[in-house]
């Protein structure tokens, strides 16, 4: 066979090549936009009914959450698009101004002089500019950026502790030491396990956990010493102490919603938790909302979308054409299904209150504008080979593997 030939013969054997290929991988990424949009339009529904009692008797039309919720989704839609089409290398680059922004904005948040733009709201400081923005959730895109960046340009130094994990520690350990100071306990300790979960999938040394671990313990325990309303909800989740049924209010009414809805729920619209006996129905706690007007077939239908983002968040890292990306798959699946779980375990009482908001779902423009980002960036990863090697099937320039020139 002559050369010209060889090189034709080889260029369709990599078209074949690709075509198996993009069909392998390209399904994943329409999966996952299918199951994000089947969690969007039931959390646009699960919004209203949960938000309708409330918006009135605060002197607003009933539609008042919904349409700012809308909003939102517009907004979060071309944030998915532009993140879906965006090379997710470019992430890598973007990974230190994320975090430096990241510190930034968690810094003005809790500096004494920035009440104007950072007062507080039930008694912490976790917004910018009168609730509308929250920078600790975007600050969750930062921890998983740059500790993927970092993770991938250690290489073989991640296994030192000094030169490895030790100084990544310490530039989110700023950032967990921030959130704490708002004060969100919750939220700096997800920050530690976030980083933890993408150097423990790059390769770190189970004993470097271990020891830091060790160090660590003392420190957090009194810090929850330290936040009286920790301990408090500690304390009241095991019903030990005198003030468990005042600080677990939210708790017992969620349940109480829960175990109302029994198998199939009440209804759509029919709840009573949210005309105030429930706080919050509409955010911390849509969960018991949903388990009540959808019963148990609701819960365990969100659960399963969410299991199935997870799968297909996953697959999609297994599948990704750089360590970088596959990292940065890992970190998004993780921090989306494990916010969507821990919200739903708050709601059927198997957590203490964290105060988590269930992505898609619960009120709230900032993470709901950050889940739909991630899940852009998550599609592009899963489409990503599917361009590469569409390039190479077409380019004429390009050659298949193991064809000489």
């Known amino acids: 066979m002559t050369a010209p030939a060889a090189v034709r013969a080889g260029v369709a054997r990599a078209a074949v090549g690709a075509s198996r290929e993009r069909w392998r991988t390209s399904w994943e990424a329409r999966a996952l936009i299918m199951c994000t949009a089947a969690l969007v339009a039931f959390g646009v529904a699960t919004l209203y009914s949960a938000s309708a009692m409330v918006a009135m008797q605060s002197g ?3 539609t008042h959450f919904l349409t700012r919720q809308l909003a939102g989704i517009a907004v979060g839609l071309v944030l998915f698009v532009l993140a879906a089409k965006q090379d997710a290398e470019w992430w890598r680059d973007a990974a230190w101004p994320l975090m430096l922004g990241a510190l930034v904005l ?6 004494p002089f920035t009440r104007a733009i950072a007062p507080p709201i039930h008694g912490s400081r976790r917004f910018l500019f009168g609730g509308s923005i929250q920078p600790s959730e975007y600050a969750k895109l930062a921890v998983i950026a740059w500790t993927a960046m970092l993770t991938v340009k250690k290489g073989e130094q991640l296994r030192r502790l000094t030169k490895g994990m030790l100084p990544i520690l310490l530039v989110v350990g700023a950032l967990a030491v921030l959130a704490a100071l708002e004060p969100d306990l919750s939220v700096a300790v997800y920050y530690l396990l976030l980083m933890g979960v993408i150097l423990f999938a790059g390769g770190v040394r189970i004993g470097h956990f271990v020891f830091l671990g060790l160090i660590a313990m003392p420190v ?14 500690l304390l009241g989740f095991t019903e030990a102490g005198a003030v468990h049924r ?10 109480i919603a829960v175990g109302s809805g029994g198998l199939f729920g009440v209804g759509y619209g029919e709840g009573r938790q949210q005309y ?16 009540e007007e959808w019963g148990f077939i609701g819960l365990t239908g969100v659960t399963l979308l969410f299991a199935a983002y997870c799968w297909l968040g996953f697959r999609i890292a297994a599948q990704a054409r750089t360590p970088f990306q596959r990292l940065l798959a890992i970190g998004v699946t993780f921090t989306m ?18 105060g988590l908001t269930l992505p898609f779902i619960s009120y709230g423009r900032s993470n709901l504008l950050l889940s739909m980002l991630m899940t852009g960036i998550l599609v592009n990863i899963g489409s990503a080979n599917e361009r590469v090697y569409g390039e190479s099937a077409t380019d004429p320039m390009r050659v298949a593997p193991g064809v000489a020139r």
């Open 60 to 62: 607003f039309a009933s």
């Open 106 to 111: 968690m810094l003005l948040c809790v500096l």
């Open 220 to 233: 957090l325990w009194s810090q929850v010493q330290r936040l009286q309303y920790v301990l408090e909800r």
């Open 246 to 255: 005042e600080v677990n209010f939210q708790l017992q009414q969620s349940l």
């Open 276 to 291: 105030g006996f429930l706080p919050l129905p509409y955010n911390d706690f849509i969960g018991g909302n949903i388990g």
């Open 337 to 354: 299904v494990t916010t969507a779980y821990l919200h739903l375990g708050v709601a059927i009482g198997l957590l203490p209150t964290t």
